[in-house]
C-alpha cells in the first residue's frame, strides 16, 4: 500500500508536538527518561523503493551545517528562503547520515523544504526528504543521523508489515538492522490466524443472521447428512472463491445490490424447502450461486474489519474457515436440538420444516426489503 | 588563573560522534533583555559549542523549574511537549535567575566513549579511580541530571544585582552581575556541589560568538574561578561534577552538569 509523501509529512509536522507525551510515555515505559529533541525520522519501505522523512528544527539544522561549513549564520533564518539556503548544505548534510542496505551505504536523492513558523515562539520545521531504489534482494536496512544531539524517534513502516517499528536513537547510533523480508515470528502469525478465524465465526454466530437462515434453510430440507453435505460442500466453495476473488480486488460488487440478493437466497432456499421434500441437483448447483453471493457479502464484512498486509494470505484462509466453522456449528446445534430426537418422525416436515421454512422465508422478505436501495 | 585554549579548529570538530555523549544543556531565553512586563521564552538546549537541538517540555524530567526576581520564586509555566520548554513575565526590573534542575536520566556508554568523556571534562579523579579499579575496559552505566541556569535583565542595571543561590545539587553562581561590568573585565564565578564550595572542578567559558575558543580554569579551594570575558554576546559558563551512584541507582556513576547563561553587550 502506498502512503501518499505529503500525508506523511502531514503526520509528522502536525503530530510533533501532539504527538510527544504519548511518545514520552512510550519511552518512559522502557528506561528511565531520556532527553528527547523534536527531531522525528519517518521511514517507509516499499517494494523496491524507500522514503525517509526527517522533521527537525530548522534553525537548529542550519546552525549546526552552517557552523560545519564554516560559513556566517544566515540572514534568512525563519524565512521562506531559508529552505534554498538549507539546499546549499547538501553535500555537508550527507556527511552525517547513513542510509544502507546490507550494511552498504546508498545514495539517497534529497529535498529540503521548511515550514515557516506558526507563531513567533514556535520554531520553523525543516522537513527532509530522502528516497531512492532499494537495492534488490537486499535484507535489511540501516539507519544513521548524527545531525541532532538529542534522543529521536525512528519509525519504520513496510509494506509488508502492518504495524511500523519504532526505536529510539540517541544522535549518531546506528539503528538496528530492519528486516526487508517482513517475515512476522511465528507467533504473530498464529496470532493472526487465530484472530481471523474468531472474526470468521462470530460473523456467523452470533453477528450473522442471515446466514445463520440461508444455512437452518439448507438443513431443514433434508435432514440426511449426505444431502446436508453437497449442499454446504457447493456452499463453502461458492462462497470462498468470490471471497477471495473480492479481497484480491479481482471482482467488485456493490453491496447494495448483493445484500438484497442475499436475502432473497434466503427467501427462495426457504419457500423451496416448502414445495420440495428431498434435494434435487438443481438445488446444489442453485445454493453454489447463492454461496458466491454470500461469498462477497463476507469480503464486504471483511474488507470493514482490514487485512494485515503482512499476513493476508493467513487472515484470508482463517476467516473463511471460521465462517465454515459457524456454518457447521448452526448445523451441529440445529441437528442436536431439532434433527436427531425429531427428524424421522412423520410429523417432522410438517410441523417443524414447514413453520421454521415459512418464518425464514418472511424474515428474509423483510430483509430484501429493508436493503433494496430504493 | 585561567588559560585561553587555542581555536579547536572548526566547529565541524567539535561535531565529532567521538564526543556524542558529553554534551552540554543550556538555557536560551528569547532575550537576555525583556522590557518590563514582557514575556519570555525560555528554551532549553542540548548539543555541543553553543550548537544546541531544542528539548521540548518533559514533565518527567523536570524537578524544578522556575525564576526569581525580587519580589520571590515563581515557577516557570508552559505546555508538555512544547519548545520554548518554558515561559515566564517579567513583572520588575531588575535581575532574573531562572533555574531549571532535572530529574536524572541514565545513559550506557561504551568504555572508549566514557573515558574520552571524563578526558574532556576533566574528570580526572573519576578517570583515575576507574584506572585504579581496573574498569577502564568496562561499559559504564551513568545517571545524569542537568542544574542549568540563565541571568536575564530587564531595565538598567547595578552592581547590587546579584545572581542567587538556587540550591541545586550542583550550582554555577555569578559573584558580580555580569550586566553591570564592562566587557574585558573579570567575572568571578563560584561552583558548589551540595551548597558547599567545589574545589578542583574543572570549568570552561565559551561564547557563541566564537565557541570553539574556550576558557577554562580550576576551581580554587574555595569553588572559585574568574574569566576574563572580553568577547560580546551570549556566553555559557558550565562545569561538570561526577560522583560514584548511590546504592539503588542503577548505575556506576552520578554526573551532575552545571551551566549558566548571560549576554554580554559591547564594551562602552
Redesign the interface.
Given at each position: 500500500m502506498r502512503v501518499p509523501r505529503r500525508g506523511l509529512s502531514c503526520c509528522l509536522v502536525v503530530g510533533a508536538a501532539s504527538g510527544f507525551a504519548a511518545l514520552m510515555l512510550i519511552c518512559g515505559s522502557v528506561a528511565r527518561a531520556h532527553e528527547i529533541g523534536t527531531t522525528r525520522v519517518s521511514v517507509l519501505l516499499q517494494a523496491d523503493r524507500y522514503q525517509i522523512e526527517i522533521a527537525t528544527d530548522a534553525t537548529a539544522l542550519l546552525e549546526k551545517l552552517e557552523a560545519s561549513a564554516g560559513r556566517p549564520p544566515s540572514p534568512y533564518k525563519g524565512s521562506a528562503r531559508s529552505e534554498a539556503w538549507l539546499a546549499t548544505f547538501d553535500e555537508i548534510f550527507r556527511r552525517r547520515l547513513k542510509v544502507a542496505f546490507d550494511g552498504s551505504d546508498v545514495h539517497p536523492r534529497i529535498e529540503y523544504s521548511v515550514s515557516p513558523q506558526t507563531d513567533t515562539t514556535s520554531p520553523p520545521l525543516a522537513t527532509v526528504r530522502l528516497s531512492g531504489g532499494i537495492p534488490r534482494g537486499a535484507r535489511d536496512f540501516t539507519w544513521t543521523y548524527s545531525w541532532t544531539f538529542a534522543s529521536y524517534a525512528l519509525t519504520v513502516r513496510s509494506d509488508r508489515s502492518e504495524t511500523p517499528l519504532t526505536e529510539w536513537l540517541e544522535g549518531g547510533q546506528t539503528s538496528k538492522p530492519f528486516l526487508l523480508s517482513g517475515a512476522a515470528p511465528p507467533i504473530d502469525r498464529i496470532v493472526a490466524a487465530w484472530r481471523y478465524f474468531t472474526l470468521g465465526f462470530t460473523h456467523i454466530v452470533p453477528n450473522g443472521l442471515d446466514h445463520v437462515l440461508f444455512v437452518l434453510g439448507i438443513f431443514l430440507l433434508s435432514g440426511r447428512a449426505r444431502a446436508v453435505l453437497w449442499q454446504v460442500s457447493a456452499f463453502t466453495v461458492a462462497h470462498s472463491i468470490t471471497l477471495g476473488l473480492s479481497m484480491y480486488n479481482l471482482i467488485a460488487v456493490s453491496p447494495s445490490f448483493v445484500e438484497p440478493l442475499i436475502a432473497i437466497s434466503i427467501a427462495y432456499v426457504a419457500i423451496e424447502n416448502i414445495f420440495l421434500s428431498e434435494v434435487r441437483s438443481w438445488r446444489v448447483v442453485l445454493v453454489f450461486a447463492f454461496g458466491l453471493l454470500h461469498g462477497m457479502g463476507f469480503a464486504g464484512a471483511l474488507k470493514e474489519l482490514g487485512l494485515p498486509r503482512s499476513d493476508f494470505l493467513t487472515a484470508l484462509l482463517t476467516f473463511n474457515v471460521g465462517v465454515e466453522a459457524g456454518q457447521l456449528t448452526v448445523i451441529a446445534a440445529a441437528f442436536l436440538l431439532v434433527g436427531m430426537r425429531y427428524g424421522t418422525r412423520d410429523w417432522y416436515r410438517r410441523r417443524i420444516v414447514v413453520p421454521a421454512s415459512l418464518l425464514i422465508a418472511f424474515t428474509a422478505l423483510y430483509w430484501t426489503v429493508q436493503r433494496l436501495p430504493f | 588563573m585561567f588559560r585561553r585554549l587555542g581555536k579547536l579548529v572548526?566547529?565541524?570538530i567539535?561535531?565529532s560522534?567521538a564526543q556524542?555523549?558529553a554534551?552540554d544543556?543550556w538555557i536560551d531565553p528569547?532575550t537576555f533583555f525583556p522590557e518590563s512586563g514582557q514575556i519570555v521564552?525560555l528554551r532549553l538546549r542540548?548539543?555541543?559549542?553553543l550548537?544546541?537541538?531544542?528539548?521540548?517540555r518533559?514533565p518527567?524530567?523536570i524537578s524544578l523549574f522556575i525564576f526569581e526576581d525580587a519580589t520571590g520564586r515563581k515557577p516557570v509555566v508552559g505546555r508538555?511537549?512544547?519548545?520554548?520548554a518554558g515561559?515566564m513575565r517579567v513583572a520588575t526590573p531588575g535581575l532574573v535567575v531562572v533555574g531549571y534542575h532535572s530529574?536524572?536520566?541514565?545513559?550506557e556508554l561504551t568504555p572508549e566513549k566514557f573515558n574520552q568523556y571524563l578526558k574532556e571534562e576533566g574528570l580526572d579523579a573519576v578517570a583515575a579511580l576507574r584506572a585504579r579499579r581496573n574498569e577502564m575496559g568496562a561499559k559504564a552505566h551513568e545517571?545524569f541530571s542537568r542544574c542549568a541556569k540563565t541571568l536575564v535583565l530587564s531595565g538598567p542595571a547595578s552592581d547590587g544585582q546579584r545572581d542567587r543561590i538556587l540550591g541545586f545539587t550542583l550550582e554555577l553562581v555569578a559573584e558580580r552581575n555580569p550586566y553591570a561590568i564592562a566587557t574585558d573585565r573579570e567575572l568571578p564565578f563560584r561552583l558548589t556541589y551540595e551548597n558547599r564550595p567545589l574545589p578542583g572542578a574543572l570549568v570552561v567559558a565559551m561564547s557563541r560568538v566564537n565557541p570553539s575558543a574556550k576558557l577554562t580554569a580550576r576551581t580554587d579551594s574555595d569553588g572559585r574561578v574568574r574569566f576574563r570575558l572580553k568577547q560580546a554576546g551570549m556566553w555559557l559558563v558550565k562545569a561538570v561534577h561526577m560522583i560514584p551512584a548511590p546504592p539503588g541507582a542503577n548505575a556506576e556513576w552520578a554526573s551532575y552538569w552545571a551551566s549558566l547563561t548571560f549576554e554580554l553587550k559591547d564594551a562602552p
Open positions: - | 572548526v566547529a565541524a567539535a561535531l560522534p556524542l555523549f554534551h544543556m528569547t521564552g542540548v548539543g555541543q559549542d550548537l544546541g537541538d531544542p528539548l521540548p518533559d518527567s524530567l508538555d511537549g512544547a519548545d520554548p515561559f530529574n536524572p536520566s541514565a545513559v545517571v
